[in-house]
């Protein structure tokens, strides 16, 4: 990008940000509701930099970037309706989610896992603070000591 706006470069845009394959893509979102038609992880981030930086190097820019923002309404509708069906497992794998829906549903499915947890097992309460580090906190009802200064 620091090349592009230095005027010394041109930038040619992905195979996937074509007219053609974009539209395929929204026609496969569309058709299939349990899965995910395959695009870059970083598929919205990468395209809002190239609309921002080089909108003069891409084709047909304002279908492409209507094509992203239907595929990017579609898979959230997806993602939204998924969750409705949610039931209690220890995992949830959904192939070819983006950053962007992962960082959308991050939140719900952690504190969902985390409940459905806490329900099969009443003695150990996940804590939150600590769920990185993969400590529990065993439940009890004895006083806290004082910490040490």
Not at 83 to 89: D, P, R, Y
Not at 102 to 131: C, M, S, T, W
Request: glycine content about 4%.
């Amino acid at each position: 990008m620091a090349l592009k706006k230095r005027g010394k470069c041109a930038i040619r845009p992905p195979h996937w940000m074509s007219v053609e394959n974009l539209t395929r893509v929204l026609e496969g979102e569309r058709e299939s509701q349990g899965a995910f038609q395959a695009l870059p992880f970083h598929y919205v981030e990468i395209s809002r930099l190239l609309f921002d930086h080089a909108r003069d190097d891409i084709p047909d820019m304002y279908m492409v970037r209507s094509l992203i923002e239907d595929i990017r309404d579609v898979r959230i509708h997806k993602v939204e309706t998924s969750l409705e069906k949610f039931s209690g497992t220890s995992a949830v794998k959904i192939p070819n989610l983006s950053a962007m829906e992962v960082n959308i549903i991050h939140p719900f499915v952690g504190r969902a896992l985390q409940a459905f947890y806490k329900h099969d097992n009443p003695e150990k309460i996940p804590d939150v603070d600590r769920a990185s580090s993969g400590q529990t906190r065993v439940a009890n009802n004895e006083p806290r000591r004082p910490l040490r200064r």
